[in-house]
């Protein structure tokens, strides 16, 4: 990892080759055992000096669940001998895919936020060797050729002219080993060096070389595919290309050594004495949630990142204040959290903390916007001037529930965040039942904000001997203070056992999974349930529906997919009681009920739209658009992963926790405000705060919705459009998701 001081003995520089971090990539682990007995058996010309002046690091398969799932469906499925016609089984395995990981995460977009236990354990081993160079082996579409650096554009500008050149250098490297076989290959396409998510960013962002190596193939290629050539795209030849490019990497690094030691030794010593970034200091405040401010505080650690508490407490600055998205101005007070510019890895804490990042060319591979403060909702202002450390930022001390001297009548929890969340969700486990109030009230001399949690002797008959163990030991678990009560008196506001303070009842939830619907975002909820909050959901198959039904179930969560096979059912069981929780894509199954004020609106909005619209004349000649062109044009519809302000009415349950504004990573289409039902969260603005969207997708944005419900028959449905809880590191949505699910 990062320490103080200078090397005084001799360096190594350490190469780093990675491959299958996608588990159908199948090339890749197959490329590393050639390579592995290659520089074993010292092989190749020069390998021997390579061994001798390098360290050589080879992580054959970076995803091993991935993988082991895409070679058993495999065998499952191929043929006696190979079968070269795309449409057989053994080139189309079926849903989920063998790409992500247990959970349906792909390890390539979590290398900052490190949410997967994969990428934690690769990144904890990165910062013991900190490599000069990594390379990491992937596989793209069957009928691409190869690719290698130097990366399209955009690139970040925290890149150094260093790595530009590198880059630049590499490619040329690997080109004449590819011109040697005459392989097909092409570079400064498709795969830029922008969002810090992947395998050649993140590593770039911490000093080293990164690159990125694509195969053309992937899993769908599987042992021998037929191509749109005529030529058949054999495992072989894929195996091949990752060699030739492995040695490349491995000939150039050796060949430019002394220069790629002396280059990431002055990068961080550049960073910490001399920073680029405009703002110097970044304060977050202390008074934040915890949950999400000893989040915020773990990526920070996982990533190297320094941070202390403030100085200068009292003094005011001026600053951008990222949740007004504006110029504002700051006190330091006692708590408040620093991260300087001032240290070794400055140029990420630019990257993660700049509030609109800077994109050269608008056809970026993915997101264009991830700054941190938005992320996790939390305020924030990154200063222009320098402000001193004071000291370390302590623990939180364990909470103390200290006994007291009467049978309490009720527990009181205020709420604060996720972590209370938890706690709630352990008790349900046990059967205890909890109720919350809808409207603020003062009690036992503490104020309690809506959304606070009551746990009262009187709910909870059954468990009278022993619910002040159970509850006490669950508050120790998870480190929250309760305030017992001796009475439902409350001294100002609503009593307790108002109908202000309704009962959560322990929740059955079903997630649908399967054909249809998104991996991706299955995968995110059900680590959601699991890893975040601990709590048992039921996966189930849309293949098995019409067998199970879903009454049993208190909710049923539709991630985003196309569901349009099982509309009668899930409109059948809304009307009958349930609660659907609809989100991104799945939001079709209600549009298109004609019955659904969501729909009446959209259909309402869509004629305002068609009456609106200028009629287009046959020789309008912005129809002649160039055939170079097209993808820019198609890229005006569409929000490469910008973030939107989101307004929040606090006072509904479901926003409980969000404050009045939320931010939300927008991807999808919108829908329009609903004339009957809750609008709970809306986007008022064309422009998204942060990141790239196209101008007629700015345009469609104003006035939509982001969070609402209705009432249908005896049951409810709630529609998120967006994402909550994006790639698990969007973690201020783990608040709505509890509230719509539990509330």
């Not at 491959?19 to 682990?29: L, P, Q, R, T, W």
């Not at 039942?433 to 309690?448: D, E, I, S």
Request: glycine share 8%; charged share 25%.
């Amino acid at each position: 990892g990062l320490a103080e001081g200078k090397f005084t003995d001799r360096q190594l520089p350490i190469i780093w080759l990675a491959y299958n971090v996608h588990g159908n990539e199948s090339a890749g682990m197959e490329a590393a055992m050639k390579v592995l007995y290659t520089l074993v058996t010292r092989s190749f010309p020069g390998s021997d000096d390579w061994l001798k002046s390098c360290i050589i690091i080879i992580d054959p398969c970076q995803n091993p669940d991935g993988r082991d799932l895409y070679t058993f469906r495999y065998r499952n499925s191929q043929n006696l001998n190979p079968n070269t016609d795309k449409n057989s089984w053994e080139h189309n395995q079926g849903w989920p895919g063998a790409r992500t990981n247990h959970y349906f995460f792909d390890l390539n977009r979590d290398w900052t936020w490190q949410t997967q236990i994969e990428t934690l354990q690769r990144i904890s081993l990165y910062k013991k060797f900190m490599p000069h160079v990594y390379a990491d082996f992937h596989e793209m579409g069957a009928e691409s050729t190869f690719f290698f650096g130097p990366g399209a554009e955009p690139w970040h500008e925290v890149i150094t002219p260093w790595q530009h050149e590198f880059h630049a250098i590499m490619g040329r490297g690997n080109a004449a080993m590819f011109d040697e076989k005459s392989k097909l290959y092409f570079t400064k396409e498709t795969f830029d060096l922008f969002c810090p998510s992947f395998g050649d960013t993140w590593p770039l962002f911490n000093g080293a070389a990164g690159f990125t190596f694509e195969q053309g193939g992937g899993g769908f290629a599987g042992l021998a595919l037929k191509q749109l050539s005529g030529d058949t795209l054999t495992l072989k030849k894929r195996i091949d290309g990752h060699f030739t490019a492995s040695i490349a990497t491995l000939k150039v690094s050796y060949e430019n050594r002394e220069k790629l030691l002396s280059e990431f030794n002055s990068f961080f010593g550049d960073n910490a004495n001399n920073p680029r970034f405009k703002y110097k200091s970044i304060i977050i405040k202390g008074s934040n949630d915890k949950t999400s401010l000893n989040d915020l505080l773990l990526l920070l650690e996982n990533n190297q990142i320094r941070y202390s508490l403030a100085g200068n407490i009292g003094k005011k600055y001026s600053g951008f204040d990222y949740l007004a998205n504006s110029e504002g101005e700051i006190t330091i007070e006692d708590g408040d959290i620093l991260v300087s510019a001032f240290q070794p890895q400055a140029r990420f804490v630019e990257v993660l903390f700049e509030p609109d990042s800077k994109v050269s060319d608008s056809l970026s591979y993915d997101l264009t916007a991830w700054a941190l403060p938005y992320a996790y909702n939390i305020k924030a202002y990154a200063i222009t001037e320098k402000i001193k450390p004071a000291g370390k930022v302590p623990e939180k001390p364990k909470a103390r529930n200290k006994p007291v001297d009467f049978k309490p009548y009720a527990y009181l929890l205020n709420f604060s965040g996720f972590n209370e969340m938890k706690f709630i969700s352990a008790l349900q486990k046990k059967g205890i039942k909890v109720r919350f109030c809808v409207k603020p009230f003062t009690a036992g001399g503490t104020n309690f904000e809506r959304g606070s949690y009551i746990i009262t002797t009187a709910d909870n008959n059954s468990f009278y001997v022993s619910l002040d163990s159970i509850v006490s030991k669950a508050a120790d678990r998870f480190n929250i203070e309760l305030k017992p009560v001796s009475t439902g008196l409350s001294e100002k506001g609503k009593d307790l056992g108002s109908d202000y303070s309704p009962l959560m009842k322990k929740k059955n939830i079903a997630l649908l999974c399967g054909d249809g619907t998104s991996a991706a975002a299955v995968g995110e909820l059900w680590y959601y349930f699991e890893r975040e909050l601990d709590y048992p959901v039921s996966l189930i198959n849309t293949s098995n529906t019409d067998r199970i039904g879903f009454d049993e179930y208190d909710v049923v969560i539709l991630a985003s997919g196309n569901y349009s096979r099982l509309n009668d059912t899930i409109i059948s069981y809304v009307k009958k009681g349930g609660r659907v929780i609809a989100l991104e894509n799945s939001i079709a199954v209600f549009a298109s009920e004609k019955s659904t004020s969501l729909y009446k609106a959209a259909e309402s909005r869509n004629s305002e739209l068609k009456a609106a619209a200028p009629k287009q004349k046959s020789d309008d000649h912005s129809l002649l658009r160039k055939f170079e062109d097209e993808r820019r044009f198609l890229l005006s519809e569409r929000s490469a992963g910008s973030i939107y302000r989101v307004k929040i009415d606090s006072s509904h349950p479901y926003g409980f926790g969000l404050g009045d504004e939320w931010f939300v990573m927008k991807k999808n289409s919108s829908y329009p405000f609903l004339d009957k039902g809750s609008n709970i969260g809306y986007i008022l603005e064309n422009d998204p705060v942060a990141g790239f969207a196209g101008y007629k997708f700015r345009k469609q944005i104003k006035n939509t919705l982001v969070i609402g419900s209705e009432k249908i028959g005896k049951g409810e449905v709630i529609y998120i459009t967006e994402d909550p809880f994006f790639r698990a590191f969007w973690k201020s949505g783990r608040v709505l998701l509890w509230n719509v699910i539990f509330r």
